[in-house]
Structures are given as structure tokens and as C-alpha cells.
């Protein structure tokens, strides 16, 4: 720092630089208005506009990770296995082929095109999956450090943040204009936690509501179905299948594009999610679950059997969301078992109405041509 | 004690009014304080004019998130206050780019806006603003004080530095006068006038020195000159009871008549029935002047926050005694230095306000601290010279706006870096030869800040005619301040 920009008493407390004030010339110099006669650096001064001060996009640092330096026996041993398995399909394969080309040219050269091709193609699956659990792991480390930003509320690397949730959310076409007004509300002055805030309501929005009607429908399907399913062993295999079809559906909406890998990893982060919140909201009491349940097992005990089922998927609708989610619940409020409850059950009872009614009102609805009643 | 009483009474019977009718039509009585040239008036135009045009506000998520349909100006509630005179205080901003002129008497208007409430019923909120002159804000303290009290207190100021120098004329007038001789009005007019030119003294822009009571002294309004206007503190001697008829049971008497008259009065209207409350602070202006004025800035704040009721609110309270629940604190003018510097602006303040901030938290409100700028009037940029880079803030300063060999036009751009602030709020408040150096103590040349004023931006009219006004963080104080109540 120049001498001259430090004040002489002052700077015994604090670096400090006097104040100063310069003059648009008309060949766009500057002309420094006080203290001491300007260019005594024998350098031009320049001013350079900041539009936005956006320019510099800060890389955000890594949090420092609790890293537990220890043998992982358990995965050494499944590697070591699978790598023992490769090299024995590897084996097979080339004497396979061997034995291809001894029987016959020309299928020797076809085994050789397709082990080629089932290679080419196991490296795509392969890279496909890598991705698929780098973008979930970027998920879950985008938002910690959404959840660290409200806190300290730092301008920058919030700044940086939500340029990243820009890039997360890029392929979304429903969410372009969203995405122009936060951009344009970069260029303005606004705190990190208020920037974070700002990013959720934008770009969650809409987003939280299509998951909820997802998690809603998944559930209703899934009542529905139990409820009328012959047997157990059908119940919890579509129980099952619709979890992950729902995950699956969720992960697509938030961005995350896990492969089947990452898919089983994340089905396995959400079960055990559901572990540690004891799969119940705060919001959600248990007596008003018991009571609503025990009111649908009194009309009928089919129909309580599939309420209760679709309660389950729900639950775990709601838990996926937490672990699929990129940004934490901060400025909206995280959709409630109620919220998914009572959509369910009014489905359910317009599904019912349906069933009774249709015959008799379709006098009335004869401008609905797919209730065809003979 | 039996006044005090009847008070009581008489805001309990209002509050229980107001609840029963704000129960289906919910209003929010927001105050707009701040001592003079702090930018109420400013600031209330932008907010009045953000909510009723639709301005940018991206974190104020009601209209952000499009749930309030529609916002009008209604007719105010009071019909012995006049208008806030909104739209020609736009006027002067937008096309003469001049601020509008300072208060000069107590005015308010009524914001009605229509909103969907986050469970979709259509609902409205009233909202009160209310401006007054920021001296008036001066007097809450006097309430609790007798005039002896008073009398000593202002004394004892205006003997210390920098307020001796301006007080030299009133205190050789003062020891003139005997406090135990027969009252007379000749003397008690000049006592008045002398102690009144003291006051106008202290608060020219070079001092910027706050605390200023009795604050009608400087901004009589429609009472100049009545004896309630007209006393002044004595020298006066200690533990006797005032004579009948002497100078000092006269004083003393018009000392009560003033606090009747005014202070009373504007504190059960206008103050003791407030929802929430915005405290705007000139910090930079006090950085200007120097460290004397920082003090007296810190003392003020902390005199004003003490007269607010704040609280956590409760049936009780909504019923019987109105409450506080949020205070925000808002070191205005914030466009006039970069916008890095902003959080230690922020600190700065908190700083000043810690005893009456802890205070209030204790009690129950939420406080928060934001540098703010209700009508950002600069841009910003960075200077460079070699590898040297200042971040300054670009703007067309006031006419009579100085720095060292320049007066300014008010027609020249030019890029300010008014000086760094530090990281420590408390390196500000350094006794002595660690203080920093303002204009009430040295020239120009040695100032170690320069907050220069800086005129309204020029704004492009859009197609309905009114421009936005660009403004930092309004839309934060919005959120803070009755964001809670659309829900």
C-alpha cells in the first residue's frame, strides 16, 4: 500500500486509507480531487466500472470432513471378489472366443464385435452410474453448505452457491424464468442468507409442489392397489416397486438423474433417514395418525389395510424428499404426512363418489365421453 | 402519579378499541423514527411507493412471490394530522432529482394491501405509517426527568467539548441570571433565544452532535413562541425548594407545560400504540463530524430505545398496553460507501445501540441491525493505480459538497472513497490520541472520512410513467418488519 493513502495518526489502530475523491476527465482519466497532487506514482489512474460485481465467481472451499482413517475389511474383501469375478468372465470370454475362431472365422470375428460391443457399452453404464452418484454426492454437499450459508451469512460464497444451483438446475424448461429473475437479482446487493433464501423460493417452489402431488399420487396408487390386491405377497411387492418408482420420479424432479446404483444408494439414504427421524414429522402427531387410521379400519378393514399403506409410502415419499431435495427447507415450509394425508384421503373419496355415483350422474355429464356405460 | 395514571388508563381503553377493531381487519401501526436528516422521509416514500408501484423487492417474499395483489393509499385514521405528501416527494426525487425537503410537522398515511394468505384466503393489512420530525424524538426521554434534572444535565453537556465552544454566548448570559430573583419574561425570552441558537449551533453539519432536547426548540411548528417554548435550564443552586414567584419556579413551571402540552401528547397519539418500529440512524454523518458526535449519537440512540414499550406480545399486552415486537435498527445511506464496507457499517451500529439492542432482547422483541439505502443514489466501482485499487461509489454530490480544493456543483460525477472503515467498531470509539479525526475537529485536509451527500439518481421513466427507485436491502427491512404478517 502506498504511503500516501495511509493517514498518519490513525494508522496505529487500524490499516487505514483517507479518503479520496477523483474526476471523470473527458478522455476518461482520472483527476484525483484532494490530498496531494495526483500521478505522483507516475501511473495512470484508471476507474473501472462494477456493474455487477458478479464477474468473480469464487470457487467455494471444501468444509473440512471428520475423516476416520480405518481398514475398511468388509469392502476390501467384496472388491477383491468382484475384481477375482471380472477376471474370470474376462477368461471365459477371450477363450470363448478362441474357441470361436477355431470353429469358424467369421463367428469368431462376430463374438469378438459383440464382446467389443458389450464392453464399449458396460463402460458407458459405468461412467452413466459414476455420474449419476457424483450428482447425488454434489447434492448432498450443496446442501450443507446451503444450510452453513444461512448461518454465516456470507455475501460471496452464497454468491457462488446459488451460481451453482443455476448450473443444477439448468436443464429444467419450466424453471427459465425463474432462473432469469435470480440471475438478475445477482447483480443487485443482497446478504447470503437472504441470496439462499431468495434461491429456494425461486427455484423450489414449483418444484416442492409437483413433489408433493407426486408423493400424493404414489400414495393414493398404492391404497388404492393394496386395497384391492388378493394377496399379501402382491401388497408388499408393489408397496416396494412403487417406493422406488417414486424415488426414482423424485430424484428426476429435484435434478439429481441418480443411475441404478445411485438409486440404490439413495433408497438406502432415505431408509436410513426414515431411521433417524423415526420416519414422523414434529408436525405430525401420532394420535391424529392412530385416530385417522382407526377410523378408516372401522368402515372397512380392506380399505384401512391400503390407508395404512399409503400412509407408509408417503413416509417415505417425505423422507426421500429430504435427502433428494438440493437445498434445505429454509424459506418454504417442508410439506407435512398431513398435507399428503389429506390429499390422499380426499382422492380416495372422490374415487369413491366416483365408483357410486357415475352411473347416475352421467345423465347430467354427457359431455364426458369416457364413462361410457352401456 | 395520578397523571400517570390517567395515561395508563387512557391507552388501555384505546388498545382494547383498536384490538376490537383490528380483529378481522388486522393494522399495523409501523413506526418510522430517526433523528433529523436520518432520510424518514425517504424512506417512506420508497417503501410507500415500492408496495403501491410494485418495486423491486426480491427477499420481501409477499410480493415476491406474487401473493399481494394489489396495494392502494387509503384515508388516514387521525383527521387532525396531515397528509403524508407522498406523491410530491416522489415528484422532487424523480424529476428535479432534489430529496425531499425535511419534516417539519407530523404526518401520516394509510397503505391498504391486499393479499392472498399462504393458506389461500383473501385477506388485508393495514398499514400505518407515520412521520414526524426526528428532534421530536428527543423529548420521550424528558418525560421521566424533573426540570432540575434536566436543567443539571444539559448543563454538564454543554460544558464538555465540543458543545463549549458553541455554548460560550448562552453561558456568559447564563451568569448573569439569578435563579432565586422575581421571574420575569424579558429574561426568560432571552435565555430562551440564547439557549436556542446553542442547540441550532450543535447542529450544523460539522458537528452532527444528536442530543438536542428540547427538541420542538428547533422545530416549533405552531407553538413558536408560547411560554411553553419559552424557559431554558439555569445554574441552579442545589437542594432548595424554588422560591414562589422566582425565575427558576417559572421555568420549572413552563418545563411541565411543555412536557403537557407537547411531549405527552405526541408520546399516547403517536408512539406508546406502535406494532412495529424502524429506527433509522445517520451513522455516516456522525463518522463525518468525528468522535464527539459518534458519543452523542450513542447516547441519543440509547435515550430513544429506552422510551419504546418492547416486548414479546401477548393477549395481555394486545389488550392493555401495546407492545413492540420487532425492532429494527437501519444505518441509513448506505449507497455513500461501498457495498463490502456494509457489514461493518452494520457492526458500527450495533455497536452504538448494544445496551438499549440487549435490552430490548431480553424482553422478548427481536431486533435486527441492516445497512440500508432507500433510494441508492451511487453506483459502484473500483479505482486503480498500478496494483493500488480503492472501491469507491460513483455519484453527482450535493451543490456546496466539499472535499480539499473542490466545492462542489452538483452537476459533476465523481467516485468517492470516503475511507475505510475498521473491522473493530470499537477502534471508533477510541478516547484521545487514538481518535479518529472529523470535521468538528479539524479541516479537510486531515479528515480521516468523507461521506460526501450525493443527489437522487437520474431514473428512466417506464412505460406506466413512474420509474422503480433502486434502493439496498429496503426490501429486507420490509421482511423483518411486517413480512410475518402475511400469512
Known amino acids: 500500500m502506498n504511503k500516501a493513502y495511509v493517514s498518519k495518526t490513525y494508522m496505529n489502530t487500524w490499516q487505514h486509507r483517507a479518503p479520496a475523491a477523483f474526476r471523470l476527465d473527458r478522455d476518461g482519466a482520472m483527476v484525483r480531487l484532494n490530498t496531494e497532487t495526483g500521478g505522483a506514482s507516475g501511473q ?51 477363450s470363448l472366443i478362441a474357441d470361436l475362431f477355431q470353429y469358424n472365422r467369421g463367428l469368431g470375428w462376430l463374438g469378438l464385435a459383440l464382446a467389443g460391443l458389450a464392453a464399449l457399452s458396460l463402460m458407458a453404464v459405468a461412467i452413466r452410474e459414476t455420474m449419476g452418484l457424483l450428482r447425488l454426492a454434489t447434492v448432498e454437499k450443496l446442501r450443507d ?81 393394496t386395497a384391492l390386491s388378493p394377496r399379501a405377497v402382491i401388497d408388499v411387492l408393489y408397496v416396494l416397486a412403487s417406493a422406488l418408482a417414486l424415488l426414482r420420479q423424485l430424484a428426476f424432479l429435484y435434478g439429481v438423474r441418480p443411475g441404478t446404483v445411485g438409486l440404490v444408494r439413495l433408497a438406502r439414504l432415505v431408509v436410513v433417514h426414515l431411521g433417524i427421524t ?76 366416483d365408483q357410486q355415483c357415475s352411473p347416475q350422474s352421467d345423465a347430467d355429464h354427457d359431455e364426458s365421453p369416457l364413462i361410457a356405460v352401456p | 402519579m395520578v397523571d400517570e ?43 410507500i411507493h415500492g408496495l403501491v408501484r410494485g418495486g423491486r423487492f426480491p427477499i420481501f417474499e409477499p410480493l415476491a412471490g406474487g401473493r399481494i395483489a394489489r396495494a392502494y393509499l387509503a384515508p388516514q385514521p387521525d383527521d387532525a394530522v396531515s397528509r403524508f405528501d407522498y406523491e410530491n416527494h416522489i415528484a422532487a426525487m424523480v424529476n428535479k432529482r432534489d430529496w425531499p425537503s425535511s419534516t417539519r410537522q407530523i404526518s401520516e398515511l394509510r397503505v391498504v394491501i391486499e393479499f392472498q394468505s399462504l393458506s389461500g384466503h383473501q385477506r388485508k393489512l393495514t398499514l400505518d405509517v407515520v412521520d414526524y420530525p426526528g428532534e421530536w424524538l428527543l423529548d420521550l426521554p424528558l418525560l421521566t426527568k424533573t426540570y432540575e434534572t434536566w ?86 443552586p442545589t437542594e432548595v425548594p424554588p422560591p414562589a414567584g422566582s425565575l427558576w419556579a417559572m421555568m420549572r413551571r413552563r418545563y411541565e407545560s411543555y412536557r403537557a402540552v407537547v411531549v405527552r401528547p405526541f408520546f399516547r397519539d403517536h408512539f406508546a400504540r406502535l406494532d412495529r418500529q424502524i429506527v433509522l440512524v445517520d451513522t455516516l454523518a456522525a463518522i463525518n463530524a468525528g468522535p464527539e458526535a459518534l458519543g452523542d449519537l450513542e447516547y441519543a440512540l440509547n435515550e430513544v430505545l429506552t422510551a419504546f414499550e418492547v416486548g414479546r406480545k401477548t393477549l395481555f399486552s394486545a389488550l392493555l398496553r401495546p407492545r413492540i415486537d420487532r425492532i429494527l435498527l437501519a444505518a441509513t445511506k448506505a449507497d455513500h460507501l461501498h457495498h463490502t464496507s456494509h457489514d461493518r457499517l452494520e457492526n458500527i451500529l450495533r455497536r452504538l445501540a448494544q445496551r438499549a439492542i440487549s435490552k430490548a432482547e431480553v424482553a422478548g422483541a427481536q431486533v435486527d441491525v441492516v445497512a440500508l439505502s432507500a433510494v441508492r443514489a451511487t453506483r459502484e466501482a473500483t479505482a486503480r493505480r498500478g496494483r493500488q485499487q480503492l472501491p469507491c461509489v460513483v455519484g453527482v454530490p450535493l451543490p456546496g459538497e466539499a472535499v480539499v480544493g473542490e466545492i462542489f456543483d452538483g452537476v459533476t460525477e465523481v467516485a468517492i472513497f470516503p475511507g475505510d472503515l475498521p473491522d473493530d467498531p470499537n477502534d471508533l470509539l477510541l478516547g484521545d490520541i487514538n481518535a479518529f ?13 468523507r461521506f460526501l451527500r450525493v443527489r437522487p439518481p437520474a431514473l428512466e421513466l417506464t412505460e406506466n410513467g413512474v420509474p422503480a427507485l433502486p434502493h439496498i436491502r429496503l426490501d429486507r427491512a420490509l421482511q423483518f418488519l411486517i413480512g410475518d404478517k402475511f400469512v
Open chain 2, 151 to 236: 436543567a443539571s444535565e444539559t448543563l454538564r453537556l454543554s460544558r464538555e467539548r465540543p458543545r463549549s465552544d458553541l455554548a460560550k454566548s448562552w453561558h456568559l448570559h447564563l451568569a448573569k441570571l439569578d435563579p432565586l430573583a422575581p421571574g420575569d419574561e424579558q429574561q426568560a425570552l432571552t435565555a430562551a433565544r440564547f439557549f436556542t441558537e446553542y442547540l441550532r449551533a450543535c447542529r450544523d453539519q460539522n458537528y452532527a452532535l444528536s442530543l438536542l432536547p428540547p427538541g420542538r426548540f428547533l422545530m416549533p411548528g405552531d407553538l413558536a413562541n408560547t411560554p411553553a417554548l419559552t424557559f431554558a435550564p439555569l445554574d441552579l
Open chain 1, 44 to 94: 495512470a489512474l484508471q476507474l473501472q466500472a462494477e456493474p455487477d460485481f458478479d464477474a468473480e465467481i469464487v470457487m467455494l472451499r471444501d468444509l473440512p470432513r471428520s475423516s476416520r482413517r480405518r481398514v475398511r475389511w468388509g469392502a476390501l474383501f467384496l472388491s477383491a471378489l468382484g475384481g477375482l469375478v471380472l477376471l474370470a468372465a474376462g477368461m471365459a470370454v477371450s
Open chain 2, 437 to 449: 479525526r472529523g470535521l468538528a475537529t479539524t479541516s479537510l485536509q486531515n479528515v480521516d472520512f
Open chain 1, 145 to 225: 453448505r446451503a444450510a452453513t450459508m444461512i448461518v454465516s451469512d456470507d455475501r460471496v460464497e452464497a454468491r457462488a452457491l446459488v451460481h451453482q444451483f443455476l448450473h443444477l438446475t439448468r436443464r429444467m424448461p419450466h424453471l427459465a424464468r425463474s432462473r432469469a429473475n435470480l440471475q438478475s437479482h445477482l447483480a443487485e446487493i443482497i446478504d447470503g442468507a437472504d441470496l439462499v433464501r431468495l434461491a429456494e423460493r425461486e427455484l423450489m417452489t414449483s418444484l416442492d409442489q409437483q413433489a408433493r402431488t407426486i408423493i400424493a399420487t404414489a400414495a393414493t396408487r398404492v391404497s388404492v392397489v
Open chain 1, 278 to 353: 423415526g420416519g414422523l414429522a414434529s408436525s405430525d402427531s401420532l394420535i391424529q395418525q392412530l385416530l385417522g387410521h382407526g377410523i378408516a379400519a372401522k368402515l372397512s378393514a380392506r380399505l384401512g389395510e391400503g390407508v395404512l399403506n399409503g400412509l407408509v409410502t408417503a413416509r417415505f415419499g417425505l423422507a426421500a424428499l429430504d435427502v433428494i431435495r438440493p437445498m434445505p427447507f429454509a424459506a418454504l415450509s417442508r410439506p407435512t404426512l398431513r398435507d399428503i394425508m389429506n390429499e390422499l384421503l380426499r382422492s380416495l373419496g372422490d374415487r369413491a363418489d
Open chain 2, 5 to 47: 395514571l390517567i395515561e395508563q388508563i387512557r391507552l388501555a381503553t384505546k388498545a382494547i378499541t383498536d384490538f376490537g377493531i383490528h380483529l378481522f381487519d388486522p393494522t399495523i401501526r409501523l413506526g418510522v423514527t430517526g433523528l433529523s436528516h436520518a432520510g424518514k422521509t425517504v424512506f417512506i416514500s420508497a417503501l
